[in-house]
């Protein structure tokens, strides 16, 4: 007899003798022992591939009491033969009858561990395979359960989306068409695993308008939480041209659908602006959704108010105003993070809520919230840190389009907060600019506008027209600053007549003076000369070295430069020059505009 069949006919007569054993035992009478003999002998021939002798055996009558106490212990040699065999193979169709039988045949609560076991012990490319193939079985034997029904359907959801969570989530849209490693199929799977426990729920609500028995619906929604975590907080849910049906645009209207089912879509968007109690009793719990539903909540929103899920069901009663108070938490968490598409998905959810209002709409009153004043600075952080140009230039849009909505005391408010917080020069250049166009209009408007002339502008002034440190402010680092409140400067002096001095500024032109052009003039003259200075000593060095590609550093405005020879060294110094001379022709021509209005009404008065 060849060596192959010996080992099957030993493989098999392993499990025949034990199984033999066995049918004359009463349940009671089944050993330890037995358990480990079975499941070693079972193994074996799964292993050997003779998974066709096993599904005989299992499916006898006579071995139906065997089965139901043992079966459930093949279940992790069964899963790794699975998965090991190619789709049309026999073996593998044998195999997953096997599977179907020890679900119609076993324990369901042993059956329900050691599946929950398979599904724990996965890891990396086998998580979405395992859980594709136990889902249903899974599923199965969880409608069977009659004791900790809840408790059971919850730890298996809990169980497979902890798994899911560790993989990345498909992002591009190649990425998604190829779905390597089956994340997009298993994320909607999962959906059809739990809608019979969603069906349950809902059919025992409809019996009772006071539906009591919480547990299974606060399972559900645990699982719609963490699904809006992961992973669609995380991926790219636009419409992508060639995909007829976006697996995870799919997934996010299902996961919409339970909560709306549930009856908690709504209690939801609103948790945070009703003092809404939980409706969970159980105290931990609450306090663990509390801190980590941020992200969860925040995703909810850009469903409903960027991508319309939902949005059907949506009271349109809501003033555009109080739906942008509502959303601004979740703004401001979407902001805070650094991953592409969650900056993307906050800015996104916040130029949704500012386009349903009209301009000067929004009440100053609004800046007592601490979302109000924080949102505008993660904008400003996005706009001067975020490596994404697109998402930088549309931080900048948004901060434009918030200082739009509000009124004018808005406006004010906003632009001092700006000016004290921001620590760019950049950002300061563009708020000092914005502050030009509101005294523009000011000035232009039939009526008056008291937040941006008069004793009030005279202290947002103060902000702009003075140089942080004196003399000594680094005016490189500082230039668009510079250029903007000299800029502003010279306007005021053209536009506002001393006679009339709507603006105030000729008010305060002595402290002009004294805190910002006699220091600005004092700066420059010091930055001209440490310039040329270094300028003359490179061009020395070079002479010296005799070779111009000599790699050398530099440091500008406190930070070291890369690695540069002495030709890119000088480039630099002379466009640091080009930009105090810029400086100093603008400051020139507003001190000529001061002295001329001056004269003009020395002149009058005599």
Same mark, same amino acid.
């Given at each position: 007899m060849p060596e192959e069949q010996s080992q099957t006919t030993m493989a098999v007569d392993e499990l025949q003798a034990i199984?033999? %054993?066995?049918?004359?035992?009463?349940?009671?009478?089944?050993?330890?022992?037995?358990?480990?003999?079975?499941?070693?002998?079972?193994?074996?021939?799964?292993?050997?591939?003779?998974?066709?002798? &096993?599904?005989?055996? +299992?499916?006898?009558?006579?071995? /139906?009491?065997?089965i139901k106490n043992m079966g459930w212990n093949l279940i992790s040699p069964l899963v790794r033969c699975i998965l090991a065999y190619k789709q049309e193979d026999d073996k593998q169709e044998h195999c997953l009858k096997i599977l179907d039988q020890l679900v119609q045949l076993c324990n369901p609560k042993e059956l329900f561990l050691g599946l929950l076991e398979q599904i724990e012990q996965t890891s990396g490319e086998q998580v979405c395979p395992t859980v594709?193939?136990?889902?249903?079985?899974?599923?199965?034997?969880?409608?069977?359960?009659?004791?900790?029904?809840?408790?059971?359907?919850?730890?298996?959801?809990?169980?497979?989306?902890?798994?899911?969570?560790?993989?990345?989530?498909?992002?591009?849209?190649?990425?998604?068409?190829?779905?390597?490693?089956?994340?997009?199929?298993?994320?909607?799977?999962?959906?059809?695993?739990?809608?019979?426990?969603?069906?349950?729920?809902?059919?025992?609500?409809?019996?009772?308008?006071?539906?009591?028995?919480?547990?299974l619906k606060e399972e559900l929604l645990k699982f719609c939480m963490k699904s809006l975590k992961y992973p669609l907080l995380t991926a790219h849910l636009e419409q992508l041209e060639g995909i007829e049906e976006h697996p995870f645009r799919h997934f996010a209207t299902e996961i919409i659908d339970i909560l709306q089912d549930i009856r908690e879509l709504m209690p939801l968007v609103f948790i945070h602006h009703k003092g809404r109690r939980s409706y969970w009793e159980n105290q931990e719990f609450e306090d663990i959704e509390r801190k980590n539903s941020a992200d969860s909540l925040a995703c909810l929103s850009y469903l409903m108010f960027v991508q319309h899920f939902?949005?059907?069901?949506?009271?349109?009663?809501?003033?555009?105003?109080?739906?942008?108070?509502?959303?601004?938490?979740?703004?401001?968490?979407?902001?805070?993070?650094?991953e592409e598409s969650m900056l993307s998905k906050g800015l996104d959810l916040f130029e949704s809520c500012l386009l349903r209002m009209e301009d000067n709409s929004l009440s100053h009153q609004y800046l007592e919230f601490r979302d109000f004043i924080n949102v505008p600075q993660d904008l400003v952080k996005v706009m001067t840190l975020c490596p994404m140009e697109y998402l930088r230039k549309k931080s900048l849009n948004m901060l434009?389009?918030? +200082?739009?909505?509000?009124?004018?005391?808005? /406006?004010?408010?906003?632009?001092?907060?700006?000016l004290k917080t921001s620590n760019h020069a950049g950002v300061q250049g563009y708020i000092i600019q914005k502050i030009k166009d509101q005294i523009h209009l000011s000035l232009t408007k039939a009526h008056d506008n008291v937040w941006f002339t008069g004793h009030?502008? +005279?202290?947002?002034?103060?902000?702009?027209?003075?140089?942080?440190?004196?003399?000594e402010t680094d005016l490189l680092q500082n230039s668009d600053r510079i250029m903007a409140s000299l800029?502003?400067?010279?306007?005021?002096?053209?536009?506002?007549?001393?006679?009339?001095?709507?603006?105030?500024v000729w008010t305060i032109l002595a402290k002009i003076e004294k805190n910002f052009l006699k220091p600005l003039?004092?700066?420059?003259?010091?930055?001209?000369?440490?310039?040329?200075?270094?300028?003359?000593?490179? %061009?020395?060095? %070079?002479?010296?070295?005799?070779?111009?590609?000599?790699?050398?550093?530099?440091?500008?405005?406190?930070?070291?430069?890369?690695?540069?020879?002495?030709?890119?060294?000088?480039?630099?110094?002379?466009?640091?020059?080009?930009?105090?001379?810029?400086?100093?022709?603008?400051?020139?021509?507003?001190?000529? &505009?001061?002295?001329?209005?001056?004269?003009?009404?020395?002149?009058?008065?005599?």
């Open positions: 199984i033999q %054993r066995c049918q004359i035992l009463e349940e009671s009478d089944f050993r330890g022992e037995d358990f480990n003999l079975f499941q070693v002998a079972g193994q074996k021939c799964l292993e050997d591939g003779y998974a066709a002798q &096993l599904l005989e055996v +299992i499916q006898n009558e006579k071995n /139906k009491v065997i594709m193939l136990l889902l249903q079985p899974l599923q199965t034997v969880l409608l069977k359960l009659q004791n900790k029904k809840a408790y059971s359907v919850g730890l298996s959801l809990a169980m497979i989306m902890n798994q899911l969570t560790p993989l990345p989530v498909p992002y591009t849209k190649q990425q998604i068409q190829e779905d390597k490693l089956g994340l997009c199929r298993c994320c909607n799977a999962v959906v059809d695993f739990a809608k019979p426990f969603v069906n349950e729920v809902v059919k025992n609500m409809e019996k009772s308008s006071e539906y009591n028995d919480m547990e939902g949005i059907n069901c949506f009271p349109m009663v809501f003033s555009p105003s109080y739906l942008l108070q509502c959303n601004m938490t979740h703004i401001e968490v979407l902001l805070n993070r650094t434009q389009l918030f +200082i739009d909505k509000f009124d004018a005391e808005g /406006k004010y408010t906003l632009f001092r907060c700006l009030h502008l +005279i202290s947002l002034l103060d902000l702009v027209l003075f140089l942080p440190e004196g003399a800029n502003l400067l010279r306007y005021l002096v053209i536009k506002d007549c001393e006679s009339e001095n709507q603006t105030g003039h004092v700066g420059l003259n010091m930055s001209k000369a440490h310039y040329e200075a270094e300028i003359k000593n490179k %061009r020395e060095n %070079r002479r010296d070295a005799n070779n111009s590609n000599t790699v050398c550093s530099l440091t500008v405005s406190e930070e070291k430069m890369p690695a540069m020879t002495t030709e890119m060294q000088l480039q630099v110094l002379h466009s640091a020059l080009f930009t105090f001379d810029l400086i100093e022709s603008v400051l020139a021509r507003v001190e000529e &505009l001061i002295e001329v209005k001056v004269k003009a009404v020395m002149a009058e008065n005599i």
